[in-house]
């Protein structure tokens, strides 16, 4: 296990840099003239251009721009807004709400995904199953921001139940009711991923062979069909976390949320190319790291498979 550990670690060192350098490049290679629009309707002082032009290396190659931009962030230096905001700072006040927000939506499609997977999985096709599928069905056919349009104005405008804008510095129990419509969708992806994995392996040989051995259906389920119909569960889920860090800009925008979501769409709405940058390479390294952790599950939920 240490050894397959410490050869992933090495692999994700060139994703790394490959993802990285394209990011930078679509960024920053392929901008005209990043000052444009920097200074309102004027042009930007000659002053300023030749200051921004130093501090960010513009005049630099795109490649010399990206290997000195990777230097700093390796000692944890994001660069800074034209607006002359350390990027760093900006994620670590935006970094801890969206993670608080993706972790409600992770433990949400977590507990209710799983066990609305294995109600349905387990009990067949009856009611209760075409119910689950029914209502998953529904979930996936709406988009998030549908979900949260209509959750707010509904729970929040008409029936005064939730707050319609979360607070700056929100707790858990601030972020759940977002947390929920951000979660929603691949809630409805794991129930029908535990459904259809849990149906697959109750005809495998080695649940034949627990009950043949006489082992209560308790045991039977939670100890040989549940843990390995999880596997692609987790796949999904870790794979998921990353976009959840990252891709909860229509929710953010809803319910007025300020993470790292928000970081990216005013990034984009003024062109800051720099908070753009910083705030995709830390979701790289999210997706990066989940993806570690997923691969080095799989040995735990499935005996059968090891790592050399």
């Known amino acids: 296990m240490g050894r397959y550990t410490l050869r992933r670690l090495l692999q994700l060192v060139p994703v790394f840099l490959g993802t990285t350098l394209i990011i930078y490049y679509l960024v920053w290679g392929l901008s005209d003239d990043p000052f444009a629009g920097k200074c309102g309707q004027r042009e930007c002082p000659a002053s300023y ?34 607006s002359g905001n350390e990027v760093s700072d900006l994620i670590a ?19 209710i995904g799983i066990t609305a997977g294995l109600v349905s999985g387990l009990r ?30 509904v729970f929040g405008v008409e029936l005064g139940w939730i707050r319609t804008s979360v607070p700056p510095d929100p707790t858990i129990l601030d972020l759940f009711v977002p947390g929920l419509v951000l979660g929603s969708l691949s809630m409805a992806f794991v129930a029908r991923l535990t459904r259809t ?23 039977v389920v939670l100890a040989h069909m549940l843990r ?11 794979t998921d976390l990353g976009a959840l860090m990252g891709g909860a800009v229509v929710t953010e ?8 979501g928000g970081l990216v769409f005013t990034g984009i709405q003024r062109q ?34 090891r790592y050399d």
Do not use: C, H
């Open 49 to 82: 251009v030749a200051t921004m032009t130093a501090r960010l290396n513009l005049d630099d190659p795109v490649i010399v721009q990206w290997l000195k931009y990777l230097g700093g962030l390796f000692t944890g230096d994001f660069g800074r807004t034209f």
């Open 93 to 111: 006040n935006a970094a801890p709400i969206s993670f608080r927000l993706a972790l409600v939506a992770v433990v949400i499609e977590i507990v």
């Open 253 to 260: 925008g809803v319910f007025n949320i300020r993470g790292l």
């Open 124 to 153: 067949g096709r009856g009611y209760v199953d075409s119910l689950i599928l029914v209502s998953t069905l529904f979930l996936i056919s709406l988009p998030v921001f549908v979900t949260g349009l209509v959750v707010k104005q």
């Open 272 to 305: 800051e190319q720099t908070q753009v940058v910083g705030v995709v390479a830390l979701l790289v390294i999210i997706y990066l790291v989940v993806n570690l952790v997923v691969d080095l599950l799989y040995a735990v939920l499935d005996p059968r498979i």
């Open 197 to 219: 994995s849990l149906m697959e392996n109750a005809r495998a040989d080695f649940v034949r062979t627990a009950v043949a051995k006489g082992l209560s259906r308790r045991r």
């Open 228 to 238: 390995t119909s999880l596997i692609p569960v987790v796949t999904f889920i870790g």
